[in-house]
């Protein structure tokens, strides 16, 4: 299939005549016009053998010409192998609802094709901290698990201190997880139900406490949020968090829950948290040490160098 952006006036009829490579003759081709150029595409991917080559145009007859109903249309891309190859199928078929309701369709097929989360790989191992207080290596090996190994209601760690020392890095090296910094965004496409713990990452102390303070810091299960622009998340829960954040006036916990009205809250996070206070010296001595893949890497490079 050829496809011009204009209507094409032909004069010569021997403009697509195929010359062989072997023997000095010309083979003259049947050629016609496409009343449905969607169609004509789907019957050549059909074979098997073909080869794109530019952009494919869709044109107005694609839609008008086609006896496909907006049912076989909508099957056909629900049986698609992913949103891109679905998105394409609705746009050469259905190309009104592709414009008018792209909104609509882009997200739904977010949901129907979701893609898995990729774990998150730390550059670092946890041995590689070897400044760690035992205070957060005893909540670690108690809390930090699968979900068949875990405590009923595991307890959460706030840790207290100033930056660059590593808090974030070892939080992160500890296993799978979700890392929230900023806000709280826990939307399918970052925040995963199978992780082992949360991180949260400077995120002011009243921010969390009007969001989830009790759910996240106290491991609870089986709780709503409420997604913008979407409809309420279910989230699992049962897992312990790890709570990120400095010595600050703006970003201390202790400091936000030794107010006055914060008494019954502070008591409360006592109970379901341990509090870490950390001075200025790094959670680690000497260069972190890099990961099994990179130690494979860095050998076979020290050996080609040698060879």
Request: hydrophobic share 30%; charged share 20%.
């Amino acid at each position: 299939m050829v496809q011009y952006e204009g209507r094409f006036q032909l004069t010569n009829h021997r403009h697509f005549n195929l010359r062989s490579q072997y023997r000095s003759r010309e083979y003259q081709c049947h050629i016609e016009s496409a009343k449905s150029s969607s169609a004509v595409k789907s019957y050549i991917e059909k074979g098997g053998e073909y080869e794109d080559w530019g952009e494919f145009q869709i044109d107005g007859r694609s839609a008008r010409g086609s006896q496909t109903s907006a049912a076989e249309v909508y099957a056909e891309a629900l049986n698609a192998g992913n949103k891109h190859e679905a998105l394409q199928i609705i746009k050469e078929k259905d190309p009104k609802s592709y414009v008018l309701q792209f909104h609509n369709i882009n997200a739904n097929l977010d949901k129907i094709f979701q893609v898995p989360i990729p774990p998150y790989v730390s550059p670092y191992s946890p041995e590689s901290f070897n400044q760690v207080l035992e205070q957060m290596l005893d909540w670690a090996r108690n809390n930090i698990m699968n979900d068949a190994a875990r405590p009923d209601r595991p307890i959460s760690t706030i840790i207290e201190g100033p930056s660059r020392i590593g808090k974030t890095k070892w939080a992160k090296s500890l296993g799978p997880h979700n890392y929230l910094s900023g806000h709280l965004d826990l939307n399918s496409k970052v925040y995963s139900n199978d992780a082992y713990y949360n991180v949260i990452d400077d995120i002011a102390p009243h921010y969390l406490f009007l969001k989830h303070w009790k759910h996240f810091i106290g491991a609870q299960r089986d709780w709503q949020t409420n997604c913008k622009y979407g409809k309420p998340i279910q989230i699992k829960g049962g897992i312990p968090t790890i709570v990120l954040c400095n010595p600050d006036v703006q970003s201390s916990f202790k400091l936000y829950l030794d107010k006055e009205e914060n008494i019954g809250l502070k008591q409360w996070t006592l109970i379901n948290s341990i509090f870490v206070s950390l001075d200025e010296t790094p959670l680690y001595t000497q260069a972190q040490e890099p990961t099994n893949t990179e130690t494979a890497t860095q050998s076979v490079q020290n050996q080609e160098e040698t060879n």
